[in-house]
């Protein structure tokens, strides 16, 4: 059966807060239960006891693990058996075979390390891969750098390279793609614009860090009037040709037409969480 994301806007929410997991699913699209970087070393087996103690909607659940090969992973996956949980977030992911390994679930892997962004295609390709998302700040500090962003809040080149390379390897192999993390939650400008740009070029979701993130995003995958109205021009045009035609001066081909097709789905889900434009 193939997972039909719910929605561009996911959200962390820390494994050992129990008390925000409502409020996270209430607020976003999918929540990530976050058992790695999210929680204190002396506080993960308390947040393995919360997620099996307190259950949300596994079809609007993801659970982020510990990174392969530590003891932490394994009592992580130990966890999950008590659990209705089948989506996990694999960080650090660096092989295929970490993913492989994991069978049993279906695996976002986390692009956030030098290793992971070489071997980035092939773990896009695993059977059981079903999206990527890439992490900045991690990487940074595995080159031995400080800052993956400029003062101006854009991108270091380094990122952007792993931020285009986790989005192509999606893409090439039918995954879906999630869009890093903007940490500066006070910037919702800067935020919106980062999410404009990750519509533009095809990430599928933003992931959020705070609940006030989640309305933003939310509004910069809901196509405009203007372009909702184009789509839907356009795709009642398609079945009056054959192949390529011209439309309203432009050349219409397949990818044309899969651009409006995309629209159209994003203003559907836009409607359907009261931000139709």
Same mark, same amino acid.
């Given at each position: %059966? ?8 996911? /959200? ?18 999918? *929540? ?15 947040? @393995? ?16 693990? $510990?990174?392969?090969?530590? *003891? ?8 999950? /058996? ?8 694999? #960080? ?21 390390? #030098?290793? &992971? ?15 990527? %998302?890439? &992490? ?6 595995? !080159?031995?750098? $400080? ?30 793609? /999630? ?54 021009? !356009? !795709?009642?045009?398609? #079945? $009056?040709?054959? &192949? ?6 432009? %050349? *219409? ?8 097709? @995309?629209?159209? @789905? ?7 969480? &009261?931000?139709?434009?």
């Amino acid at each position: %059966m193939i997972w039909e994301m719910p929605g561009p806007a996911w /959200l962390f929410c820390p494994a050992d807060r129990p008390e925000r997991y409502a409020k996270a699913a209430a607020a976003a699209d999918v *929540v990530i239960i976050d058992l790695e970087d999210g929680v204190a070393e002396a506080d993960k087996a308390a947040a @393995r006891e919360a997620l099996i103690a307190n259950p949300l909607d596994p079809e609007r659940t993801v659970i982020r693990v $510990n990174a392969a090969n530590t *003891v932490e992973h394994m009592l992580d996956r130990d966890a999950l /058996l008590r659990t209705e949980y089948r989506r996990i977030m694999l #960080p650090k992911c660096e092989s295929a075979e970490q993913i492989t390994t994991l069978a049993d679930y279906e695996v976002i892997p986390l692009i956030e390390s #030098p290793l &992971g962004a070489l071997a980035v295609g092939r773990a896009a390709i695993v059977r059981n891969a079903i999206g990527v %998302m890439w &992490g900045a700040e991690d990487l940074v500090a595995g !080159l031995g750098g $400080n800052s993956s962003r400029h003062a101006d809040g854009s991108y270091r080149d380094v990122a952007r390279h792993v931020r285009s390379q986790a989005l192509l390897a999606a893409k090439a192999y039918g995954k879906f793609a /999630l869009d890093s993390v903007y940490l500066d939650i006070a910037e919702l400008d800067k935020l919106a614009e980062e999410t404009l740009d990750a519509v533009a070029i095809g990430f599928d979701a933003k992931v959020a860090i705070h609940p006030s993130q989640v309305p933003v995003i939310r509004r910069a995958y809901a196509p405009t009037s203007e372009e909702i109205d184009w789509a839907q021009r !356009l !795709l009642d045009e398609v #079945p $009056n040709h054959r &192949g390529v035609f011209t439309y309203e001066g432009a %050349m *219409v081909d397949a990818p044309v037409i899969r651009h409006a097709e @995309r629209i159209v @789905r994003r203003a559907q889900g836009a409607d359907s969480a &009261g931000f139709a434009s």
